[in-house]
């Protein structure tokens, strides 16, 4: 039967300590010791040993400075950008007038060209689907077009 010897020996606990209190990263501090670097950060946060901030500094004042180096604001506006020059901007349907509900239909009359708008919520009794023509292969009429495509809007862009 093969035994393990301890990772902390009071030898190592001391040295720990030591190298702590002398401003040591834990990166250097775990090169002298002999262990991982999340062993040494483990150990001290056990030990309940902490490196203090300096006076006067406040974390949010900090995190709106890493924002501010890293451009965290300009990236949607960029990523926009470059989604709308790829892809251009949606048509906007001039159309305004009102929506047609004469046309309504339930799922399995829904065709190729409908306008698959849902009226109500799906279980409901009176659930349906708008029905009107929907133009070049949209999936919307005219009408629901101009409430689901708002050129104004703020564009939902998947993070990166």
């Not at 991982?36 to 300096?54: C, D, E, Y």
């Not at 004042?61 to 990236?75: H, L």
Request: proline share 8%; charged share 30%; hydrophobic share 30%.
């Amino acid at each position: 039967m093969r035994t393990t010897l301890p990772t902390w020996t009071d030898d190592r606990i001391e040295r720990l300590k030591t190298h702590f209190e002398a401003g040591l990263s834990c990166r250097e501090i775990a090169a002298d010791i002999g262990v991982s670097r999340n062993a040494v950060i483990g150990k001290l946060s056990r030990l309940n040993l902490t490196r203090g901030r300096p006076p006067g500094e406040d974390r949010r004042a900090e995190r709106k400075r890493g924002e501010a180096a890293r451009g965290r604001k300009a990236v949607p506006r960029l990523q926009y950008e470059l989604l709308a020059a790829i892809y251009g901007e949606a048509p906007v349907p001039l159309l305004d007038e009102p929506i047609d509900e004469t046309n309504r239909c339930s799922l399995l009359e829904l065709g190729a060209n409908r306008c698959r708008w849902p009226i109500s919520s799906p279980g409901a009794d009176d659930f349906c689907f708008c029905g009107n023509a929907s133009p070049d292969g949209q999936p919307y009429c005219a009408g629901h077009s101009r409430l689901a495509y708002r050129p104004n809007s703020r564009p939902r862009v998947a993070r990166l």
